[in-house]
């Protein structure tokens, strides 16, 4: 997952935050000193967060919708460096990564369940195809022992896809 830092400001001492920020969050963190460079970082890479000083998105609204449609998967945090520590910074970042982190989780557990249901669905019908075929009378003496081994493994598969579903409905219990 991508946890690299993009901060938009044109600030003084920002390099001072960016590396207090590397430190305590233990990510990149790239700068931005203006409204052009901030868009063309979005445009070259990834970011886990992008931090963007207020009065650049107050004095350009546009610019500012602009950014936020650029920023990807990325969560955009939109902060007063004036009055914001670096300590502060470092704890909105590591939170803002952390709700990152936990709503791709739920992302690649909820497609990963969507998968899984679509396999046993085409994995049911293959076996119930293969069955069928099996009762056919005039399945030939060559072709049966392919098909019972289509539903054999059919079988194998729908087993472990049990077992799997059984071993994770223990594990939350």
Known sequence: MVRDVLLIAGLDGLENCARVLEQQVGARVEIAQSRREGLEALRRRDYGVVVVEESLTESDPAWADLVWDHTGFAVPLRVNFAILGAARLAREVKAALARRDGEQSVARKAVASEIEDELKSSLTGLLLQSELA???????????????????????????????????????E
Request: a positive charge.
């Open 134 to 172: 099996l009762r056919d009378p005039g399945v030939t003496p060559a072709l049966e022992p392919k098909l019972r081994h289509m539903v054999e493994l059919s079988g194998q598969i729908r087993e472990r896809l049990r077992q799997k579903a059984t071993g994770a409905a223990m594990g939350r």
